[in-house]
T-cell receptor, first 114, second 110 residues
Framework: GAVVSQHPSRVICKSGTSVKIECRSL??????MFWYRQFPKKSLMLMAT?????????EQGVEKDKFLINHASLTLSTLTVTSAHPEDSSFYIC??????????FGPGTRLTVL | DAKTTQPNSMESNEEEPVHLPCNHS???????IHWYRQLPSQGPEYVIH???SNVNNRMASLAIAEDRKSSTLILHRATLRDAAVYYC???????????FGKGMKLTVNP
């Protein structure tokens, strides 16, 4: 149980375009989801906390207008990287908070901005 | 957030037990000790967590020192699939956030 999926698994886009990443909890409902970013050989950095039906809470230094988060249902949160640039290329990972206060992570989305 | 200290890396042999240490000398009374691991190019995977007492599950055991200033994740019989970066994280009681440190890379030799 406690499976989280992400789509797409990898995406390549041109500089200046926007990219949407979906995160779904497949077999449980998640009021709270999280978005992380991970650069090569680095650890995960929390970007924002997404709560169903309310605005996301962003970590310090993360631009909310650039990384749009929508958590419209108890099983889906989306992250849109707007006007992507090469420096936004990274591994984006979501997680969903389970009922035992455990975070269950998605497989990640590799974004490459040309 | 209270900090944890782990070795950068460890090596083990397949089918042998592995003890992964973690120091957290500034742990507070409400901090839970969580362990996650991450295989290459994948999202992290929950391993185990505990507060004061030792914990066992199908994946591993967690031994927590009496003063809670250190803990050890025990893999009873390492397999090649256990090769990953292991993160020891202190999670504040009442907080939903996980703050990942550098973690420790475990290599399992056949």
């Amino acid at each position: 149980g406690a499976v989280v999926s992400q789509h797409p698994s990898r995406v390549i886009c041109k500089s200046g375009t926007s990219v949407k990443i979906e995160c779904r909890s497949l077999d449980f409902q998640a009021t709270t989801m999280f978005w992380y970013r991970q650069f090569p050989k680095k650890s995960l950095m929390l970007m924002a906390t997404s709560n169903e039906g309310s605005k996301a809470t962003y970590e310090q230094g993360v631009e909310k207008d650039k990384f749009l988060i929508n958590h419209a249902s108890l099983t889906l949160s989306t992250l849109t990287v707007t006007s992507a640039h090469p420096e936004d290329s990274s591994f984006y990972i979501c997680s969903a908070l389970g009922h035992t206060d455990t975070q269950y992570f998605g497989p990640g989305t590799r974004l490459t901005v040309l | 957030d209270a900090k944890t200290t782990q070795p950068n890396s460890m090596e083990s042999n397949e089918e042998e037990p592995v003890h992964l240490p973690c120091n957290h000398s500034t742990i507070s009374g409400t901090d839970y000790i969580h362990w996650y691991r991450q295989l290459p190019s994948q999202g992290p995977e929950y391993v185990i967590h505990g507060l004061t007492s030792n914990v066992n599950n199908r994946m591993a055991s967690l031994a927590i020192a009496e003063d809670r200033k250190s803990s050890t994740l025990i893999l009873h019989r390492a397999t090649l699939r256990d090769a990953a970066v292991y993160y020891c994280i202190l999670k504040q009681g009442g907080s939903e956030k996980l703050v990942f440190g550098k973690g420790m890379k475990l290599t399992v030799n056949p």
